[in-house]
């Protein structure tokens, strides 16, 4: 099992960043993949980019050039730095690992943008 912590999320205005941080419960270093998806109202959550345990990285179309994804195995943490942001970015971002077959969810840090 693992808990999983987001924060970093706020109210910003277009063109400007953020930085999200996932913190785990127990050691990532042996943990394949991260990912950080979001949700808008009325919308689907959608993958926004994901990370592998050897550095490899995978990016929604909409986060390629913007947003980038890391993670520090010796803090447990998973971070997306958001650049350039836009009003479309504006949606709930959860912090996701898959464990044993098992999906495991953050709570969830609300990014807003504003035009």
């Known amino acids: 099992q693992v808990q999983l912590v987001e924060s970093g999320g706020g109210l910003v205005q277009a063109g400007g960043s953020l930085r999200l941080s996932c913190a785990a419960s127990r050691s990532i270093f042996s943990i394949n993949a991260m990912g950080w998806y979001r949700q808008a109202p009325g919308k689907q959550r959608e993958l926004v980019a994901s990370i592998r345990s050897g550095g490899s990285r995978n990016y929604a179309d909409s986060a390629k050039g913007r947003f980038t994804i890391s993670r520090d195995n010796a803090k447990n943490t998973v971070y997306l730095q958001m650049n350039s942001l836009k009003p479309e970015d504006t949606a709930v971002y959860y912090c996701?690992?898959?464990?044993?077959?098992?999906?495991?969810w953050g709570q969830g840090t609300q990014v807003t943008v504003s035009s």
């Open positions: 996701n690992t898959r464990l044993y077959n098992t999906d495991y």
